[in-house]
């Protein structure tokens, strides 16, 4: 492996883990498993909107699933795999800003 990828890994890990943090917190405070509550004006604010982001992510794509299907689906019994869903998808959105965070400082040192 060439000295530039092997010194990405960790940030990469490390943004991988966080974002999976952060899905896994958003799915946490929605469903009330912390002595924290949200109410609607928080959830649709702009700072509840980036905290709630990879969870909100899944819940729309529950929304198009349903409007597709023409019916509403029940997950009142069983939701906790939204939130390992919701821990994929923070995982997957700090995993991207990092790298591209990491491609532009690359870019910005190659011209500076």
Known sequence: ?????????????????????WGLLGYALLW???????????????????LLL???????????????AGHAFDFSQRNAWIGALAGAVGAALAVGATAAVVALSRRVRRRG
């Open 32 to 50: 009330g498993h912390t002595p924290f509550v949200v109410h609607r004006p928080f959830v649709v604010s702009l700072a509840g909107t980036i």
């Open 54 to 68: 990879p969870v909100r992510v899944v819940l729309w794509g529950i929304r198009a699933a349903e409007r597709s």
């Open 1 to 21: 492996m060439e000295t530039g990828v092997r010194s990405r890994l960790p940030a990469i890990g490390v943004a991988a883990a966080l974002g999976a943090a």
